[in-house]
């Protein structure tokens, strides 16, 4: 691995502060990445990770405090232009891509920006930007054709769409490429090619600056790992040899378990609480079968494209199989129509929790009482709001949902409590068997915690939960059994108390190649 | 390498069936659907009265379509940009009546081509006007212009007049009755075809150069696809959505003074209540309501067919009350088309 190294830092921030009216989001950073090198910003939601990025990309300006980027110091004014010119590319999870633009657009647009410092009044320079789009989708591995490059992104699907964003980076010769969270989306498979295009770019002496809540992850990358607690860095280390329960404590000041959180058994019974029988839809998986026990929870894993997420839809009723059967405690249930199922009591936290689940203008009441409005009907049928008040400070409660009260907005909570909200919601349906697709996406260590009890206590209840995920050790912690689904099969189920990880990855078929690739 | 063999799978391409196929050369070609309109109509009228192919229908319908084209170009604009604009009308006929009064009264022996560089140049200020109230009130354009639309309204009949009036300057009505065509039909009729169509083409390359051949053309895209990346990828959007709105207020009163021209009259109740059709017309040539999409040659195909369908059925024994039912049917099958291909194309 080439590292190209200068004495001189291509960052630097200086006691770096940030206030929001009273909240004191930065209390004096000091930064300093260096050409070619892999940084980690680990840090619960609300630690400043996100200011610090902000501010560094230029879209917010320090209240104290000073950024120097190759020695020139940075505009007082927020100035997007002056950190792109400096070298700066920020990668946010949305991409930062604009959806009905091409490909060559996305990667080649900025530059032209840049050149002409903002002005916008002057010709678009397309043989130049369709070239330099060709040279760098090339160097990610895209393909290069005028096809490819003309099509416009909201088509391509989220893996690519990661690739293009990074594309950019290479196209504007970056000195600086900031990442927040950019595996999310992606599976195993697309996470390696990933690392192995950023492995590139640092060899061409760019350096990567990582926002991160999957640590394994970032052990993978390698680096130095940066944690940041109340608006302050509390830790620099090597995050190669770094003990990942000795990072989640620095980042969330507690002890974080690592071990198993499942301790109980799925209870004996006669009539299992969900049995699966031959379901199948075109297409996406065929012949799956499963018993689901009281009080079992089951983990179902496997690549993007391996059928899980529609076996989710399905099981949740919202994309009806073609063929098989699903019975409930021993009842058949229609898995036509998403609300019978609802009314039989199978509930499903979606993966998505801000395009398919929450309501974020809405309030913590509205958004957990509106799948039992019929329950707090009271006289000629009109919701008494004071009843939902009341349901939704119990689940609050049980949750630990940290918000001022339950008619703040679900948009002001953190990444977490706007997950607990959620699953809150469906809790209060009292369903006999949950189905959480991806429960701690995108949600950090201490939430994941909390997320991960209220689970196993579920389930004590006796109530049956699936858990789909790709996120390995969060199914080796929690579940009885995880399945892994190929080709839209259930191709082996392991049992979660012997598993390791290597053995799920295996089976998953997506092997985390963590070789190097040649430059 | 070895990441090549991954190459496959991470860009791969949405597979065609038969109806994305239709999908996607729908969303490449944008101009499809309305042209597609545009035969079928003009087949079936000229099946049932083959009188309709005649120059004379041709001229006639490409004559009409000038004001309503230059009010959907600048609607094209603010469309792609992410906005909407209702005021355009107003701001036309604030423009074409105060302008021809201004002239007639001061100096009616003005040429032409000041006259429309006032045109333009008055258009552009008060479109400029909406597009800095946005961008001060943070309200959404359609209020807005809504607002604006009613204010500039206000104030031409409130301030500047109210009585049609026909002794318009002479340049103008010398400039409406240029021909760049004329000829005598088989039944005796003269047939013109007037030079400022060419007002029309001309502003309508110019549109199309602005907005695939500039940054700024790129801008406005990117402020109707995502705002909030554009601005944080550095593009200015206060700075384009003054420029949308003062683009298309300039296309409305160039379309205004064209508007006094060709009718010889200046009249301020002209031209009121065309908003909607015109938004229609964009519609139907590909613009979305939601932003970030449309182009000049679709807009065009949509202009011709609302002005082909308000000027022919009466040929073929349509009553005339029919003919808002058949722009609705075509708006209503536009709205489904579309909503189709969105769904068909982004869908794998």
Not at chain 1, 237 to 254: C, F, K, P, Q, W
Request: glycine residues 10%; contains cysteine.
């Amino acid at each position: 691995m080439t590292q190209t190294d200068t004495d001189a830092p291509f960052l630097e921030t200086r006691a770096l502060h940030k206030r929001y009216g009273g909240v004191h989001a930065l209390r004096g950073v000091d930064l300093t990445i260096r050409r070619g090198r892999f940084y980690h910003l680990l840090g619960e939601n609300g630690c400043g990770k996100s200011t610090l990025i902000k501010i560094i990309s230029g879209a917010q300006s320090p209240s104290e405090g000073r950024v120097q980027i190759e020695g020139v110091e940075q505009p007082a004014t927020p100035d997007p232009i002056a950190a792109l010119a400096a070298g700066i590319e920020t990668v946010y999870q949305d991409l930062s891509l604009l959806p009905n633009l091409s490909v060559e657009e996305n990667i080649g647009l900025t530059s032209q920006l840049v050149a002409s410092g903002g002005r916008l009044a002057v010709r678009l320079r397309r043989g130049e930007m369709r070239a330099l789009a060709a040279r760098a989708a090339a160097e990610v591995g895209l393909p290069s054709d005028p096809a490819f490059l003309r099509t416009h992104v909201d088509r391509l699907p989220i893996a690519t769409r990661q690739l293009i964003s990074i594309a950019r980076a290479v196209a504007a010769e970056a000195g600086l490429v900031i990442m927040d969270e950019p595996t999310t989306a992606l599976t195993r498979r697309e996470i390696a090619h990933l690392i192995g295009v950023i492995r590139k770019l640092q060899a061409r002496g760019t350096a990567l600056l990582f926002v991160t809540h999957k640590l394994d992850e970032a052990k993978e990358i390698g680096g130095t790992g940066i944690v940041m607690r109340d608006g302050q860095f509390v830790a620099e280390l090597d995050i190669e040899t770094a003990d990942l329960a000795e990072v989640g404590e620095l980042m969330t000041n507690r002890r974080i378990d690592q071990a198993r959180y499942r301790a109980a058994s799925p209870a004996a019974a006669e009539v299992a609480r969900l049995s699966v029988d031959g379901l199948s839809r075109a297409g996406s998986y065929r012949d799956i079968s499963f018993d689901l026990a009281p009080g079992e929870i089951l983990g179902i894993t496997g690549l993007l494209d391996s059928g899980r997420n529609p076996l989710a839809l399905g099981l949740a009723g919202l994309a009806p199989p073609d063929a098989g059967q699903v019975r409930l405690d021993g009842r058949t249930v229609d898995l036509s129509d998403p609300s019978t199922g609802m009314d039989r009591g199978i509930a499903y936290v979606p993966e998505d929790r801000l395009e398919e689940g929450l309501f974020l203008d809405k309030s913590i009441t509205d958004n957990i009482a509106m799948t039992v409005f019929d329950r707090l009907r009271g006289a000629l049928g009109i919701v008494s709001m004071d009843r939902a008040r009341i349901l939704a400070r119990e689940v609050a409660d049980d949750l630990k949902i940290v918000a001022e009260d339950v008619d703040a907005p679900v948009g002001s909570l953190s990444g977490g409590n706007q997950q607990r909200v959620l699953i809150g919601r469906w809790l209060a349906t009292k369903p006999r068997v949950l189905i959480l697709h991806g429960p701690t996406v995108g949600v950090d260590v201490g939430s994941k915690d909390t997320i991960f009890r209220i689970i196993q206590r579920q389930a004590e209840a006796g109530m049956g939960v699936i858990i789909v995920s790709d996120d390995i050790p969060e199914l080796i912690q929690n579940c009885d059994r995880i399945a892994v689904m190929r080709d839209g099969r259930i191709v082996e189920t392991f049992d979660g108390a012997r598993v390791d990880a290597g053995q799920l990855y295996a089976a998953i078929g997506g092997i985390l190649e963590t070789a190097e690739t040649a430059p | 390498m070895s990441d090549t063999d991954l190459q496959p799978a991470i860009a791969d391409r949405p597979s065609l069936s038969p109806g994305k196929r239709i999908a996607d050369w729908i969303l490449a070609n944008p101009a499809g659907f309305p042209l597609a309109l545009l035969a079928l109509t003009c087949l079936v009228v000229g099946a049932i009265n083959p009188d309709f192919w005649q120059l004379a229908n041709l001229f006639d319908v490409l004559r009409a379509s000038v004001v309503e084209g230059l009010f959907a170009l600048g609607v094209l604009v603010v469309l792609a940009a992410g906005g909407l604009d209702v005021s355009f009308s107003a701001i036309a006929a604030l423009v074409m009546y105060t302008v021809t009064l201004i002239v007639s009264t001061l100096v009616p022996g003005l040429g032409i081509l000041p006259i429309l560089l006032a045109g333009l140049a008055g258009g552009a200020l008060l479109g400029a006007l909406n597009g800095v109230l946005i961008n001060l009130l943070k309200a959404p354009a359609l209020i807005v212009t809504i607002a604006t639309q009613y204010a500039f309204r206000g104030f031409l009949l409130t301030f500047v007049g109210t009585a049609l009036f026909m002794n318009i300057p002479a340049s103008m009505t010398a400039f409406g009755q240029i021909a760049l065509f004329s000829q005598v039909s088989a039944d005796g009729l003269r047939v013109q075809f007037p030079a400022y169509f060419l007002i029309f083409v001309l502003a309508a390359i110019v549109t199309w150069a602005l907005l695939n051949h500039t940054l700024l053309g790129r801008a406005v895209y990117a402020c109707g696809g995502k705002p909030e990346i554009a601005a944080r990828l550095g593009f200015n959007i206060a700075r384009v959505r003054v420029f949308v709105f003062a683009w298309a207020g300039m296309l409305a009163g160039l379309a205004g003074i064209l508007h006094v021209t060709s009718n010889r009259l200046a009249n301020p109740f002209d031209l009121a209540g065309t908003e909607l059709a015109v938004i229609a017309a964009v519609v139907l040539g590909g613009a979305r309501v939601t932003g970030g999409k449309g182009t000049v040659g679709g807009t065009i195909a949509g202009v011709l067919l609302i002005t082909l369908v308000d000027n022919v059925l009466i040929q073929v024994g349509i009553p005339s009350t029919w003919r808002t039912a058949v722009v609705g049917a075509f708006i209503l099958l536009a709205g489904m088309f579309y909503a189709w291909v969105d769904r068909t194309a982004v869908g794998r």
